[in-house]
């Protein structure tokens, strides 16, 4: 579902299964994330949030760790539809 929230010119320079491919082998897996707040213009966003996630393999010796991060996304309205634009 990740991959459909991806702008159209994103989603036109990565396939569905590149896309998959980046995030199964990311050491990183999301387990929650809450939207703290929005910073909005016309036609970008800047959205802060707040993520959960676990670590894995990351410290010798440590198979996975939990941490909290909060971080800014980007998203862009287009034909009236918010996409999340990474970076």
Known sequence: QAYNMLSP???SSISLLSYQREVAGSPVQWTAADVLGAEC?????????EVE???IGAVPGVRSFSVTQKMDE????SDDTWWY???
């Not at 016309?42 to 959205?47: A, D, G, H, K």
């Not at 980007?74 to 309205?77: A, E, I, K, L, P």
Request: include cysteine; aromatic fraction near 4%.
């Open 74 to 77: 980007q998203w862009v309205r």
């Open 41 to 49: 213009q016309e036609l970008i966003c800047t959205v802060t949030v």
């Open 53 to 55: 996630m676990n670590i």
């Open 9 to 11: 010119a994103q989603r």
């Open 85 to 87: 634009a990474r970076r």
